[in-house]
């Protein structure tokens, strides 16, 4: 992390020293000067990533490393602040000299000294300990056979729960396409892909369907030279010994010799043979040869003869396996698997580099040969059945994690052997394995230290609530399994992933939240002209494709909505994050001002304080709360005492009142702010002074004055605003607008909201959230179209859409929420060119009647929608012609009612993939009963029909 921690430092001392070059004044020099030490430590990190795990010099060198990058954070920081401030004064208050100003102006040149002295003994101490050469040793390969040993001992100790997954698996392997094809199993580490691999090699059936079997571990710190000879040592027989071209002329001189004193034996034939024998490859030439000799008749003495000598000249001068190169050694994999209908297991890939430079020589031999391979990561899944361009991949099998009842099968096993668990100890032993979450090598290693320990209750029961204190006490046999995945993540992607040690256990993560967190706190670097919140999700897609995230929900749009981490990866982000200061979980709120943490998360307070004392300094840059009730003081009052330096503050998930004090503006750094405040909140104006605030989420506060404050137009790096509306925005005038904001939720629709989109405001908008005025029923929006990057526009109660809004050709998804929608306006829907997701909500309340809508589809609507959901209306009618939907894939019907039957157009899409009904009413239920779906089109119903019907 160290290494996270010096480039992100050096991307903003370069970003400094081209847009601020005014604001360092005097101190251009030293921080340029500071910016070249820092570079030669990141050339040092560099050259030492992934070579510290086993090296405590090493580890040592980057811990001081961090801790000056930390420092020069700190300096370089603490400085912009004071500038800042200076800035924010009148006319007359600049031509003041500022004494906070000189002081940290002195203060900053002084630490970038005592950085740089610091640095110096860094580097000398490297120097005098010889760490430059502990840093390339083979420390890491030996570790990690060390620890695929451990590996192998735990993931094989049982197998359990693999049977339907053998079958699935088996099947790939001995049915389908002719040519060679990849399988592949996939997931995260200790789920038993080794284990299930293993069970299906040795499975009797695969056994008898293969000629040739051969199994090799591949790992991270991979050698293709043994990972041939692994396969080609598993051939029988051995391939023979060869010859290397240039002793292959010394060979053919040998014969012709022989040739010249035999001539009238042989009459002639070997000279053809010997110009033929030059063109070929060995292989080719032991075939041959042996050809020859079985064509000569009646000189058995010369055959001898020849033959010996052939057999003498590869005793003396041919190359064994272990001596031949790499090339060599695919050249003979290749010729040995000629023919053969082979069966090669890769275990335990980790990049795709090792597959590019092996499977050239796999020969597809039209014979259903295949090779199967285990991996944490998708791509190299993906990358490896996809190389066939002339056959369909087969989809890489994701192996789930164990249910309840294989889970305590497993623990069982572990446990008693063959025996019967003891009737008392059964539901203190199934309530212990469920904090397992059906990972097998978590359940197997806790059944191991209870297998060792006394078989009582009261001896069980300290395991509750403990299970992974118990498992991560001794690393070897779990946790460093685990630590594999984390120490491949390339180093952009790790402080995204240890972040994920602020939630709690078992959280449901909202992926948009994390995205916007991850952001704000500098984690995610832009590419190109790409939107910065798409570069973000795609590192999410990556954590999960690499095993280490779980999606718990997706969205309509196939996204992912809400995600998830095992705990036991997560104890692993809360480890390393302490070790590298990254991040500190606390279940209290004294927190002691000595940490350097850089991250806070507090969960489950009862008072939310990060210092101890107003006046204790933190460092720390981030705070982010879960749980704790209410307090009689608002905890951003302390952090604009004792944490100016703080970027992100997330107290959303706090049962608290949070108001916002006119100090806010203190924390002149933060990027992100989200607190929950009930409806006793005003923000005040000195919000508008945080020019550095990116997110600002209050859909927890119901504000008094309905009306942002009027400098919210000097907030031009805001990038998300989320109100709980309906909240107006204060006139602009000729202001300039906010040309970064991508989301604006909770405003009220009214003529002045009208003149600011007229005026292209917002020209980057991409999501929209909009309210009616109260008391105004005006019609909404009419003049939409200068907005070129919209693709999301969720409209709230009653309200008249206008003819520009249903023009808008860049809308992706529309959401309408308790809207009187008449035929006229969902037909004006249908005529959206690029709307492909659409959803109709009415009201919730149970006191209230459902919204009414008629739906009027001719042969031309939503011919690019995909899922369109209904909720909680009331459908009084559906038409649809022919040629309308075609597109569709998903429908969701919701708490609806339906006294029509439903078209029959729609049954006949062939497009569509996935029904849900959800809470249908009895009218609804009844046709459903009746409806006989398509192969293809799948129909769920909540709660089951069959329930329905008691």
């Known amino acids: 992390m160290a290494d996270s921690v010096v480039s992100f430092l050096l991307e903003n001392l370069s970003q400094l020293l081209i847009q601020e070059s005014k604001l360092l004044g005097g101190l251009e020099d030293q921080v340029r000067s500071l910016q070249n030490e820092l570079s030669l430590i990141n050339a040092f990190l560099k050259n030492t990533e992934g070579k510290r795990h086993d090296n405590e010099l090493v580890k040592e060198v980057v811990s001081q490393i961090r801790d000056v990058a930390y420092d020069a954070e700190d300096v370089i920081d603490t400085y912009i602040m004071a500038v800042t401030k200076h800035r924010r004064k009148g006319k007359l ?95 995260m580490g200790g789920l038993g892909k080794t284990t299930l691999a293993r069970k299906i090699y040795n499975n009797n059936d695969v056994k008898n369907y293969f000629d040739f079997r051969g199994w090799v571990y591949v790992s991270q710190e991979y050698r293709i030279k043994e990972l041939l000879l692994g396969i080609l040592k598993g051939l029988s027989p051995l391939p023979r010994v060869m010859l290397r071209a240039e002793l292959k002329e010394k060979l053919l001189r040998g014969l012709a010799a022989m040739y010249s ?61 272990e001596d031949m190169t790499e090339d060599e050694l695919k050249s003979v994999l290749l010729e040995s698997l000629k023919d053969k209908r082979y069966l090669l297991v890769m275990d335990d890939i980790w990049n795709i580099e090792v597959w590019k430079e092996v499977s050239t020589v796999f020969p597809n031999n039209l014979n259903r040969s295949r090779i199967l391979i285990t991996t944490r990561i998708k791509e190299v899944s993906l990358h490896a059945s996809s190389v066939n361009n002339s056959v369909p991949p087969i989809p890489p099998y994701e192996l789930p994690l164990l249910k309840e009842d294989k889970s305590w099968e497993l623990f069982s096993k572990k446990v008693f052997g063959g025996c019967t668990c003891p009737p008392e100890l059964e539901t203190v032993g199934k309530q212990i394995v469920k904090s397992c979450h059906g990972l097998p090598l978590a359940i197997v290693v806790l059944g191991g230290l209870l297998a060792c320990k006394e078989k009582t ?55 948009r939240q994390l995205i916007r967190l991850w952001i704000a706190e500098g984690f995610i670097r832009q590419i190109g002209n790409r939107n910065i919140e798409d570069v973000a999700e795609d590192y999410l897609e990556e954590l999960i494709d690499r095993s280490l995230i779980q999606v718990a929900t997706k969205r309509l749009d196939g996204g992912v909505k809400k995600c998830r981490i095992h705990d036991l990866l997560r104890d692993l982000c809360i480890s390393e994050s302490s070790k590298e200061k990254f991040l500190e979980v606390r279940l209290d709120v004294n927190l002691s001002p000595m940490s350097k943490s850089r991250r806070i998360s507090i969960h489950y307070a009862n008072y939310p304080y990060i210092s101890s004392h107003p006046f204790e300094s933190s460092n720390s840059r981030s705070l982010i709360a879960f749980g704790g009730v209410v307090g009689l003081e608002s905890p951003l009052d302390q952090l604009c005492d004792s944490n100016k330096l703080v970027r992100v503050v997330d107290l959303s998930y706090m049962d608290i009142c949070c108001l916002i004090p006119n100090r806010i503006e203190n924390l002149i750094l933060l990027r992100y702010l989200s607190i929950p405040s009930g409806n006793l909140h005003v923000i005040p104006d000195s919000i508008c002074n945080l020019c550095n605030l990116e997110t600002l989420d209050m ?159 001719d042969g031309s609507s939503f011919h690019q929608l995909e899922v369109f959901k209904m909720a909680n209306v009331h459908v009084i009618q559906w038409t649809m012609g022919t040629g309308a939907m075609p597109s569709l894939q998903r429908l969701i019907i919701q708490h609806c009612e339906v006294h029509i039957p439903l078209p029959d157009e729609l049954w006949r899409l062939t497009t569509v993939r996935d029904v849900e009904v959800i809470y249908p009413s009895r009218n609804v239920a009844r046709m459903l009963q009746q409806l006989q779906m398509r192969d293809g089109c799948k129909l769920q119903v909540y709660p089951p029909l069959d329930q329905l019907r008691k």
Not at 104 to 127: L, P, T
Not at 482 to 498: E, I
Not at 724 to 746: E, F, R, W
């Open 93 to 187: 208050g600049k031509l003041i000299p500022s004494a906070d100003r000189a002081i940290a102006f002195h203060e900053v040149a002084k630490k970038i000294e005592s950085i740089k002295i610091i640095n110096k003994e860094i580097n000398d101490n490297r120097g005098k300990y010889g760490i430059e050469i502990a840093e390339s040793s083979g420390g890491d390969v030996e570790a990690e056979e060390i620890l695929h040993r451990r590996r192998k001992h735990v993931e094989e100790d049982q197998v359990v729960g693999f049977a339907h997954d053998t079958e699935a698996l088996v099947k790939r392997l001995i049915e389908g396409s002719l040519q060679r094809n990849v399988v592949s199993i996939i997931g």
């Open 699 to 857: 859909r927890s506060s119901t504000l008094k004055s309905k009306c942002l404050p009027k400098g919210i137009w000097k907030l031009q790096k805001l990038r998300h605003l989320y109100l709980d509306g309906p909240t107006s925005l204060p006139k602009a005038g000729n202001k300039a607008g906010l040309p970064n904001l991508q989301v604006l939720t909770g405003i009220a629709m009214n003529q002045d909201t009208d003149c600011f989109f007229v005026k292209t405001k917002f020209p980057n908008l991409r999501k929209l959230g909009l309210y009616p005025s109260r008391g105004e029923e005006s019609e909404l929006l009419s003049s939409f179209l200068p907005w070129r990057h919209l693709q999301t526009l969720k409209i709230y109660k009653s309200c008249q859409l206008s003819s520009q809004i249903l023009s808008q050709s860049t809308l992706t998804k529309m959401t309408l929420v308790a809207a009187d929608l008449s035929p006229e306006i969902t037909s004006a829907l249908g005529r959206l060119t690029s709307l492909r997701i659409l959803k109709l909500q009415g009201r919730q309340h149970a006191s209230r009647s459902h919204t009414e809508i008629a739906l009027n589809c």
């Open 261 to 321: 004193s035999n001539n009238d034996k042989l009459k002639g034939t070997l000279t053809e043979d010997l110009k033929r024998f030059k063109e070929m490859n060995d292989e080719e030439f032991r075939k041959a040869w042996s050809e020859f000799l079985g064509g000569i008749q009646d000189h058995n003495d010369l055959k001898n003869s020849l033959s010996n000598f052939v057999q003498d000249f590869y005793s003396d001068n041919g190359v064994k396996l």
């Open 457 to 511: 209750n009261r001896i069980w029961s300290k395991y509750i609530g403990h299970v992974n204190s118990y498992l991560t006490e001794d690393r070897s046999s779990c946790m460093d399994i685990l630590a594999l995945s984390y120490n491949h993540l390339p180093q952009r992607l790790k402080p995204c992933f240890l972040y994920f040690g602020i939630y709690p256990e078992d959280f449901e993560i909202p992926v």
